[in-house]
């Protein structure tokens, strides 16, 4: 039996030094499953690209000049919301990581972390997952709790959650993604997005990232 070949990821890389694109190209080229379809040094760049290009994953470096990758991520997910944005920085810094992920990046590295997790996070992030260093989720699981303890309604909101969005809630929170929700569920993927959807809107929230947290949080990870 012929075996089947899967599409393979697109990604586009965009960071201000090329010696890291480089480096970043190089090692990704050894993956059968990815393929580096472009590059990019700045903010602007990756816009134009992303239009050109539509890749499926982009790789993005936090500070840049010209348009630093927070901007450029709100502006790729509001221009092509199926683009899925890894973000990866030399630096943590809770208010940038923070806006990053309410910009829409699904996923975040430190530049430090091993190679391999590159390649993960790019997986995750075209499969709808989570992917975050460790470090980052710390940071951001303090902040949500801050929010929460400040009484900014996010958990006032859990209550306007129907018994169906828990489900799905809780399921984003162990990494599915839209297709391996429905399967779980007998729904089909398209109500699974939907559900997602309505969830982040509910709970005034920009992306699966801050939805898993949260559920986490609240101890919301349980199918009910």
Do not use: C, W
Not at 78 to 90: D, F, G, K, M, R
Not at 174 to 197: K, P, Q, W, Y
């Amino acid at each position: 039996m012929e075996s089947v070949l899967l599409p393979r990821i697109r990604v586009l890389i965009v960071d201000d030094h090329a010696m890291v694109r480089r480096g970043m190209r190089d090692f990704l080229d050894l993956h059968d499953d990815l393929e580096v379809v472009g590059e990019a040094a700045n903010g602007r760049e990756a816009l134009a690209q992303a239009a050109a290009l539509l890749p499926d994953v982009i790789v993005m470096d936090l500070l840049m000049p010209d348009l630093d990758g927070i901007a450029a991520t709100a502006q790729l997910k509001s221009l092509h919301p199926a683009i899925e944005v890894v973000v990866i920085t030399s630096f943590i810094e809770e208010e940038r990581i923070t806006a990053a992920l309410e910009a829409g990046a699904s996923g975040f590295l430190l530049k430090d972390a091993e190679a391999d997790d590159l390649a993960s996070a790019i997986r995750s992030a075209r499969a709808g997952e989570v992917y975050l260093d460790p470090a980052v989720a710390g940071i951001v699981a303090r902040r949500l709790r801050a929010r929460a303890d400040r009484g900014d309604g996010l958990s006032e909101a859990v209550g306007t959650l129907t018994a169906r969005e828990r489900d799905v809630l809780a399921a984003v929170a162990r990494g599915l993604s839209n297709r391996a929700i429905a399967d779980e569920l007998g729904m089909a993927e398209r109500t699974a997005r939907t559900h997602v959807s309505n969830i982040l809107a509910k709970l005034g929230l920009a992306s699966r990232t801050q939805a898993a947290l949260f559920a986490v949080e609240h101890h919301l990870d349980r199918v009910s």
